[in-house]
Nanobody, 121 residues
Framework: QVQLVESGGGLVEAGGSLRLSCIAS????????MNWYRQTPGNQREFVAT???????NYADSVKGRFTISRDNAKNTVYLQMNSLRPEDTGVYYC???????????????WGQGTQVTVTS
């Protein structure tokens, strides 16, 4: 069993900051890419940021220059630092990771349960 658990969401005024965390636990052999997605009201889930196993990062255009993804491989944790938040950033933020498990030895994507971010104007 593998679990991804997000934390750090909340209510913040426009221009403020939040830091999301996502911890992976369970029968983990290795973790490849760790990513953040979000679902804003009335929209489908969309990509926010990715950090493959290494230094490379990539962001959605809407968050470039404001959000920073990072990860601590020793702790199986990925973070999303969100600065200069806007009301349109309001939504549920989901952690996603491609994880290789032992017994059985296989890789697949896992999702967290989501954490709510609300930005007021």
């Amino acid at each position: 069993q593998v679990q991804l658990v997000e934390s750090g969401g909340g209510l913040v005024e426009a221009g403020g900051s939040l830091r999301l965390s996502c911890i992976a636990s369970g029968n983990i052999y290795s973790i490849n890419a760790m990513n953040w997605y979000r679902q804003t009201p009335g929209n489908q889930r969309e990509f926010v940021a990715t950090m493959p196993n290494g230094e490379t990062t990539n962001y959605a255009d809407s968050v470039k220059g404001r959000f920073t993804i990072s990860r601590d491989n020793a702790k199986n944790t990925v973070y999303l630092q969100m600065n200069s938040l806007r009301p349109e950033d309001t939504g549920v933020y989901y952690c996603n990771a491609h994880i290789i498990t032992l017994r059985p030895l296989r890789g697949r994507d896992y999702w967290g349960q989501g954490t709510q971010v609300t930005v007021t104007s």
